[in-house]
């Protein structure tokens, strides 16, 4: 069975960081690119980074170039994202997802809370 | 950048119905298009993908058409578990993807 399973949400100050993983099992990490997408109630989905097989390809929203960093590990079969200098409209659900054109399947989310 | 609009953005409807919700693109995007079931406290779900290929393990009451700017996706005889938000989501601009504001699809 597919798994993804998000873990490292919390709640942080504005400009404070998070760095967010995600842990896979079930199919061969290597063989696909991995993205993050975030939920927010009210607002939608909102893609925020991808990164392909190997990690030599990465791909940010504009609103948070320069501030997260897409990563991975194949050893670990994880995806990372490092976010900084996080900002109230970074509060979200954030999701890892398999894929990095189109998004199947995806894990449950881990809460981000950007709040003084 | 590539900006998605997707109508309506709610409806309501009974089971048994036929939904139709259209996503529209401000360029062409050819057939890069698909289409996503999101409900309350669970993950979401690739419907179709490439416009009109349903993706593995999804109803085939589920259908999605279009190429270049206008697409939609069609549930035939709308089931009790169908009721939520749809996403399209644009994967045409290379490092650059993203989604519609959403379709729910509620009760009547």
């Known amino acids: 069975e597919v798994q993804l399973v998000e873990s490292g949400g919390g709640v942080v100050r504005p400009g404070g960081s998070l760095r967010l993983s995600c842990a896979v099992s079930g199919f061969i990490f290597d063989d696909y690119g991995m993205s993050w997408v975030r939920q927010v109630p009210a607002k939608g989905l909102e893609w925020v980074s991808g990164?392909?097989?190997?990690?030599?390809?990465?791909a940010y929203v504009d609103s948070v170039k320069g501030r997260f960093t897409i990563s991975r590990d194949n050893a670990k079969k994880s995806v990372y994202l490092e976010m900084n200098s996080l900002r109230a409209e970074d509060t979200a659900l954030y999701h890892c997802?398999?894929?990095?054109?189109?998004?199947?399947?995806w894990g449950q989310g881990t809460l981000v809370t950007v709040s003084s | 950048d590539i900006q998605l609009t997707q109508s309506p953005s709610s409806l309501s409807a009974s089971v048994g119905d036929r939904v139709t919700i259209t996503c529209r693109a401000n360029q062409s995007i050819s057939s890069s298009l698909n289409w996503y079931q999101v409900k309350p406290g669970k993950a979401p779900k690739l419907l179709i993908y490439v416009s009109s290929s349903l993706q593995s393990g999804v109803p085939s009451r589920f259908s999605g058409h279009g190429s270049g700017t206008d697409f939609t996706l069609t549930i035939n005889s709308l089931q009790p578990e169908d009721f939520a938000t749809y996403y399209c989501q644009q994967s045409y601009s290379p490092l650059l993807f993203s989604f519609g504001p959403g379709t729910k699809v509620d009760i009547k």
């Open positions: 997802a398999r894929g990095f054109e189109r998004f199947d399947p």
């Open positions: 990164i392909n097989w190997n990690g030599d390809i990465t």
